[in-house]
């Protein structure tokens, strides 16, 4: 299920929460990293995209 919706220019954002809504604590935890994991990536590559300005 779609919880929220975000627009950033011409990109929508949908979060849907189907992947952990049903799941111990134990099973979301490695889903839960993974998107931290992806989140961080995405702020390292904006820094040094910044930088190379």
């Known amino acids: 299920?779609?919880?929220?919706?975000h627009h950033i220019g011409k990109t929508t954002i949908y979060i849907d929460d189907s992947?952990?809504?049903?799941?111990t604590p134990e099973d979301a935890?490695?889903?839960?990293?993974?998107?931290?994991r992806i989140y961080k990536e995405s702020e390292i590559r904006k820094m040094?995209?910044?930088?190379e300005k």
């Open 1 to 5: 299920m779609i919880v929220e919706e």
């Open 19 to 23: 992947c952990v809504r049903y799941k």
């Open 29 to 36: 935890k490695p889903v839960m990293e993974r998107i931290y």
């Open 48 to 51: 040094l995209k910044e930088q």
